[in-house]
């Protein structure tokens, strides 16, 4: 054989290989990838969700800081509130505490008064079955650690099918053009079409879904690579057995950021560990903030934190991929675009499956096409 028919030769199953690595990987975990991008769509609307399945947890109004401080007292003294990881206070939109069990359990308490309003049981509520199944796919670690795999997988299926479709700048445009028959010309242009024009949305969905996955290796790689110092630590606060006064601490918060709005206290796992205040400083993205608080909850006294408007480049990077892919920026527009985004993925399975299967009903002599 010629040098030049080897030649040709490479190519050509460099390509055959691709369309098969393409075909199968879609029709395995593009199956998987499909149903939690679908799933995102719907996560994209949570609380708007929870408030209309939830009635009970509107209709309140926010209570003062000092009221605030007391119902906290009591939510935290109570069998329910021993149990809780993590508390978020009442706001405009949700104006209850929304409490966070180890187990992903959510207990909502009245604003004022801290008596229990609603719990919802990760294992019987629809819309935590389905953030588990977007975030962990119901397996914890494990079934993040696949994710991740299936993320990539999909990041694969996008960038091969572009490099596969793609005839020529001249002749892109013409190779779009969608065909209403034979089936097996429709499914083919309808999955070509769909996963080009939509190439950069998907790729932004993809792309910052991925990292989710790895956020703490993705968070220090970018940091690393503008040269800035890693994320600083809450530092120990000597044990106690004093009772937290839980009004003095919010006020302590509140004086120490009195622009920031406090989104989320998490609550210390071992004794010693400092008491972590999320909180929302103006012009941060995120919904719950990336800024924190570092608090000795005994004697209510802050004693540092981190302010995350004043981070370096590769921080401040990090801490936009969350919120694009939440679409907690870019308004309704962008919640709108990411929705339909999300829906894509189980279009493209469904059209590469019909169009596939359209392609193994031909005759063995057609099937080149």
Same mark, same amino acid.
């Given at each position: 054989m010629? %040098?030049?028919?080897?030649?040709?030769?490479?190519?050509? %199953?460099a390509?055959t290989?691709?369309?098969?690595l393409?075909?199968?990987?879609?029709?395995?975990?593009?199956? &998987?990838?499909?149903l939690?991008?679908? +799933?995102? +769509?719907?996560?994209?609307f949570e609380?708007?969700l929870?408030?209309a399945?939830?009635? #009970?947890l509107? @209709?309140?109004?926010?209570?003062?800081?000092?009221?605030q401080?007391r119902?906290?007292?009591?939510?935290?003294g109570? =069998?329910?509130?021993?149990?809780?990881r993590?508390?978020?206070? !009442?706001?405009?939109?949700?104006? &209850?505490?929304?409490?966070?069990?180890k @187990? @992903?359990?959510h207990?909502?308490?009245?604003?004022?008064t801290?008596?229990?309003?609603?719990r919802?049981k990760?294992s019987?509520?629809?819309l935590?079955?389905?953030k588990d199944?977007h975030t962990?796919?119901? +397996? *914890?670690?494990?079934?993040e650690t696949i994710?991740?795999v299936?993320?990539?997988? *999909?990041?694969?299926?996008?960038?091969? *099918?572009?490099?596969?479709?793609?005839? /020529?700048? %001249?002749r892109?445009?013409?190779?779009?053009r969608?065909?209403?028959r034979?089936a097996?010309?429709?499914?083919a242009?309808?999955?070509?079409?769909? @996963?080009?024009?939509?190439? =950069?949305l998907l790729l932004?969905?993809?792309?910052?879904?991925?990292?989710?996955a790895?956020?703490?290796a993705?968070?220090a790689?970018? &940091?690393?690579a503008? *040269?800035?110092p890693?994320? %600083?630590k809450?530092? =120990? &606060? !000597?044990? +106690?057995?004093s009772?937290?006064?839980?009004p003095?601490v919010?006020n302590?918060?509140?004086?120490?950021?009195?622009?920031?709005?406090?989104t989320?206290?998490?609550?210390?796992?071992?004794d010693?560990?400092?008491?972590?205040?999320?909180?929302?400083?103006?012009? #941060?993205?995120?919904?719950?903030?990336?800024?924190?608080?570092?608090i000795?909850?005994?004697?209510?006294?802050?004693?540092?934190?981190?302010d995350?408007?004043?981070?370096?480049?590769?921080?401040?990077?990090?801490?936009?991929l969350? =919120?694009i892919?939440?679409?907690?920026?870019?308004?309704?527009?962008?919640?709108?675009?990411?929705?339909?985004? /999300?829906?894509?993925?189980?279009?493209?399975?469904?059209?590469?499956?019909?169009?596939?299967?359209?392609?193994?009903?031909?005759p063995?002599?057609?099937?080149?096409t």
């Amino acid at each position: 054989m010629t %040098r030049s028919g080897t030649a040709h030769r490479s190519p050509r %199953r460099a390509r055959t290989l691709l369309k098969t690595l393409h075909l199968w990987l879609g029709l395995s975990l593009g199956v &998987v990838l499909a149903l939690v991008a679908l +799933s995102g +769509s719907v996560l994209l609307f949570e609380d708007q969700l929870v408030v209309a399945g939830h009635p #009970e947890l509107t @209709g309140h109004a926010v209570p003062d800081p000092t009221t605030q401080g007391r119902a906290l007292q009591h939510i935290l003294g109570s =069998p329910d509130g021993s149990a809780l990881r993590s508390i978020s206070p !009442p706001d405009e939109a949700l104006p &209850v505490w929304d409490g966070g069990l180890k @187990g @992903g359990d959510h207990v909502y308490f009245d604003a004022a008064t801290g008596e229990p309003v609603l719990r919802r049981k990760a294992s019987g509520d629809g819309l935590l079955i389905l953030k588990d199944w977007h975030t962990h796919l119901l +397996s *914890g670690p494990v079934g993040e650690t696949i994710l991740g795999v299936v993320a990539w997988a *999909g990041l694969f299926m996008l960038l091969s *099918g572009v490099w596969l479709y793609w005839p /020529g700048r %001249r002749r892109a445009l013409t190779h779009l053009r969608p065909h209403p028959r034979p089936a097996i010309l429709r499914w083919a242009s309808w999955h070509r079409f769909v @996963g080009v024009v939509a190439f =950069p949305l998907l790729l932004v969905m993809l792309g910052t879904g991925t990292t989710m996955a790895y956020r703490g290796a993705v968070r220090a790689g970018l &940091v690393s690579a503008f *040269g800035e110092p890693a994320p %600083r630590k809450p530092p =120990p &606060v !000597p044990s +106690s057995t004093s009772l937290v006064d839980w009004p003095a601490v919010l006020n302590a918060a509140h004086a120490a950021a009195p622009d920031a709005e406090i989104t989320r206290i998490m609550l210390p796992v071992r004794d010693g560990a400092a008491l972590v205040l999320r909180i929302r400083r103006p012009g #941060e993205w995120n919904i719950a903030g990336r800024s924190t608080l570092w608090i000795d909850a005994p004697d209510a006294r802050v004693i540092g934190g981190e302010d995350a408007t004043r981070l370096g480049t590769g921080g401040t990077l990090a801490n936009t991929l969350f =919120p694009i892919h939440t679409a907690a920026v870019g308004g309704t527009l962008w919640r709108v675009v990411a929705c339909i985004t /999300g829906v894509l993925p189980m279009f493209l399975m469904v059209t590469g499956f019909l169009f596939w299967r359209a392609r193994r009903n031909r005759p063995p002599a057609m099937r080149t096409t």
